[in-house]
């Protein structure tokens, strides 16, 4: 694999942690209103997601997210190696976003979240999000205008954020990421896993969608 695509992959999976971060801890600061933050979380996540795949896209793929590399592997959009490379530099990636946010707010480069997000609400919106994202992509890819992703993959997280009660996290490797800064978006290690779980289930409940809507369209 080219370097500069695992390059690029590092770059946007760090960039959007970091923005996710980042904009939860300066939400903190800002206000004790929990609508105005997730509005501040929401909109920094959204236009730096839209900015990477804008920018990424025609280097990597724009991937940023092992859920989403994941479907291009069954998909055979890529070789074994080439995924397992990727979900790699996404996992350093998003690690490199989680000390970057931590450091610039003062906080240790890794410390311990200690949000408990647990229970079956919360894991049903991790699939529903996840779903949502994967069946966004595949129906763009297969209506021919992967060129739309950069604003149909932010509209449809930016949304999510609202009406997910997980406030739709959708991203194996940030989830991950976000267990080592303790701060509004963070989600403890004890719940990280179960919402991995859900968003890899999650995105083959998307692909699934997608391809019934890709036979029913031809």
Request: charged content about 10%; hydrophobic content about 55%.
């Amino acid at each position: 694999m080219k370097s500069q695509k695992l390059f690029a992959e590092l770059l946007g999976t760090g960039f959007l942690t970091m923005s996710i971060l980042g904009s939860g801890m300066m939400a903190k600061n800002l206000t004790d209103n929990s609508g105005v933050q997730l509005l501040i979380v929401a909109i920094a996540t959204v236009v730096t997601l839209g900015l990477m795949i804008a920018l990424m896209q025609p280097i990597s793929g724009a991937h940023f997210n092992p859920a989403v590399s994941l479907i291009a592997f069954v998909n055979k959009q890529m070789k074994a190696m080439e995924f397992f490379s990727m979900v790699l530099t996404q996992v350093l990636g998003a690690l490199l976003g989680a000390v970057i946010a931590n450091v610039m707010f003062g906080h240790a480069a890794f410390e311990s979240a200690t949000i408990e997000r647990t229970g079956s609400a919360l894991l049903f919106s991790e699939v529903v999000a996840t779903a949502g994202l994967i069946f966004s992509i595949m129906v763009a890819i297969y209506n021919g205008k992967p060129q739309t992703l950069h604003w149909v993959v932010p509209l449809w997280i930016g949304g999510a954020y609202f009406f997910t009660s997980s406030t739709t996290f959708a991203n194996p490797a940030v989830t991950f990421a976000r267990t080592f800064s303790d701060s509004l978006t963070g989600i403890s290690l004890s719940s990280a896993g179960l919402f991995i779980l859900a968003q890899f289930i999650g995105a083959f409940v998307g692909l699934g969608a997608a391809k019934i809507v890709k036979i029913i369209s031809d």
